[in-house]
């Protein structure tokens, strides 16, 4: 095993793993305060998962327009500058929401924080683009998703005891790791943006840039049928907290413990998963994605002992494996070299606006409904998704961009 590691650890570039380590770090502060944030909205401010939807919906709303912005300004002037403001105003705001002791001030202030920390996300991922060559992409960004996933071991296990007994201390927490990243990112990491050969063009003409983005209909058919898979994956984040405490009766800890599993697993098989994958069809693997998502989520609306709520979770980690890594790939090699900070602001919205759209509507079931519904709608708009991405599959599979290189299979184990 030792000698597999060091092998991916020889493939990969020095700078690579910096931002690797980087991540590692902000995603356990992150993960601390993240996943319980709906838990804390209903339970400080007294209101039901409706009123707690519209605030983190406001949050991604707003958040499209920061990220457009970013992405804009990325292709324009680096990724370095752009990830160490994302990282300062992450601290500055996390402590703000911490502050805050009127349900009525998280509308406005939600609008603020989401317009500026977006700005970073594009950033990172067009860094990323830049640092690996393009049959390295969807294995790096599974070692990131692996990575993040040993954060979610260490975060939510602790922040589900922190939030016990001071949710405070979470926002303190956060900001304080926002503050270290921002520190290590400053000193030893430096600007990837390729250097252009080309005259620099206007700022104006940066954004304008986004017609030529949006003018790419394949792009926009997998960022649409993304972004139907992406309502329902918000759900593990957002809703099932709050319908595992009140359907259920199950604690902030128990919450915890279920995302401490999907990282565990993720620790475990992502690799080997990602191997397997790489070399067939990105399309038609993220089908097969969605199908366990569908599996996973709709089984949250039948089952009761909390092992089954476990191994639900677990089947949607599996899925995640799959989907996640290969999503991200095909975006960057949708997008030309001048243009990845523009073209990953887009991919953002196959997120962004599931994040807007899925809060308040999950909040209206579970507040309004038999709370499985939601689970049930879940399962129906993952087959959809399945469909669709078999249906890209068909349609884009063989284009030279996204069929998988024709070089000997790298072994699983």
């Not at 300004?73 to 500055?92: E, H, Y």
């Not at 259920?248 to 397997?276: D, K």
Request: net charge neutral; charged share 10%; glycine share 8%.
């Amino acid at each position: 095993m030792f000698k597999r590691l060091n092998k991916i650890y020889n493939d990969f570039p020095q700078k690579f793993w910096l931002v690797v380590l980087t991540s590692f770090i902000d995603v356990i502060g992150n993960t601390l305060l993240f996943p319980f944030f709906s838990l804390y909205i209903t339970q400080k401010f007294g209101v039901g998962m409706t009123q707690a939807g519209i605030v983190l919906g406001s949050f991604s709303a707003f958040g499209l327009i920061g990220s457009m912005v970013g992405g804009a300004l990325t292709d324009k002037f680096g990724r370095k500058s752009l990830i160490l403001f994302g990282l300062v105003f992450s601290a500055v705001s996390t402590l703000s929401l911490g502050l805050v002791n009127e349900f009525s001030m998280l509308i406005p202030l939600s609008v603020v924080i989401g317009l500026l920390s977006n700005i970073a996300g594009p950033a990172r991922q067009a860094m990323v683009a830049d640092l690996l060559p393009e049959d390295k992409r969807q294995e790096g960004f599974g070692i990131l998703r692996v990575v993040a996933n040993m954060s979610w071991i260490i975060g939510p296990t602790i922040g589900g005891f922190i939030a016990n007994r001071s949710f405070f201390t979470l926002f303190v927490l956060d900001a304080l790791i926002s503050c270290v990243v921002a520190v290590i990112f400053f000193f030893y990491i430096s600007e990837t943006k390729p250097a252009s050969t080309e005259e620099q063009e206007s700022i104006l003409k940066t954004f304008a840039g986004y017609g030529i983005v949006l003018k790419d209909f394949a792009y926009l058919a997998f960022l649409f049928v993304s972004m139907l898979m992406g309502l329902v994956y918000q759900q593990l984040y957002n809703s099932l907290s709050v319908y595992l405490r009140d359907s259920h009766g199950i604690e902030p800890q128990g919450y915890g413990f279920l995302m401490s599993t999907s990282a565990i697993t993720v620790i475990l098989l992502q690799f080997t998963t990602t191997r397997l994958i790489k070399k067939r069809p990105a399309f038609l693997m993220m089908a097969l994605g969605v199908f366990f998502y569908m599996i996973g989520f709709g089984m949250f609306g039948f089952v009761n002992a909390f092992w089954l709520f476990a191994a639900a979770v677990v089947i949607i980690t599996i899925g995640e494996m799959v989907v996640m890594p290969t999503a991200s790939a095909l975006a960057t090699n949708f997008a030309p070299e001048d243009m990845r900070g523009r073209y990953m602001a887009v991919f953002g919205l196959s997120w962004a606006i599931p994040a807007t759209i899925g809060p308040t509507a999950a909040g209206l079931i579970l507040d309004n409904y038999n709370p499985n519904l939601l689970w049930y709608v879940g399962a129906a708009i993952c087959a959809v998704s399945v469909i669709s991405f078999y249906g890209l599959h068909l349609w884009l599979g063989r284009c030279e961009r996204f069929d998988p290189p024709e070089t000997e299979a790298v072994p699983a184990s």
